[in-house]
């Protein structure tokens, strides 16, 4: 094959990806953005369950919040909290199949023609490979603030980072809620679930002396 036919060919490839990612067939994003990620969560497994918050939760595997306790008041000048808790849902993939266990399938090696998709569409190569396993999508609703704060992650745990903290400091003395939504993906598909708490957890951060 020619050099010319080569180029030509490499062209084609190249308009008929920036075509396709410009069709306007995108998932349209949530008003308030994407979350904060944590362990292996993906923005594609964050789309599966903003599509799960419109089908029926379930409290009967929903997490147990450990930290913070119900109405706990957090000194306005302590580092960030910890948010865990314990999941029904992990406690069975474990005890029954563990090879379900949470991961995220292998990522693959870059084709030939990476480099040309990435200098078209610098997004082509940002998503990540399908994930399979339990996740925990976090929410801590703030007074005043029209989106809560979010987080997805495949952990039993969110240690809450200074820029999310210094945003609830608006709220200083005000009650605050954390909600967990949990699921089971495969491939990110939705496989069980969504489970939620039957009631939110309550807290405060103490108001500024």
Known sequence: MTTRRILGTVC???LLLLT???DGNEEEPTKCGEPLYGGSATDEAWMTMVDAQKKPMDASRAVTLMTPSEGETLTANAAPPLISWTSP????LERHQPGRLARAFPRRS???????????VPTAEAHLPPYTGDIYLVQVT????????EVLTSELSWQMDAASWSTIAGANGQELSIQVTSAYLQENRLKEGPFRMATPRTFRRAATP
């Open 110 to 120: 870059p084709g030939p023609l990476a480099w040309l998709g990435e200098l078209l």
């Open 89 to 92: 849902l992990r406690a069975s």
């Open 20 to 22: 396709s990612a410009c």
């Open 12 to 14: 084609a490839s190249a």
């Open 142 to 149: 703030v007074p005043g603030r029209e989106c809560p704060l």
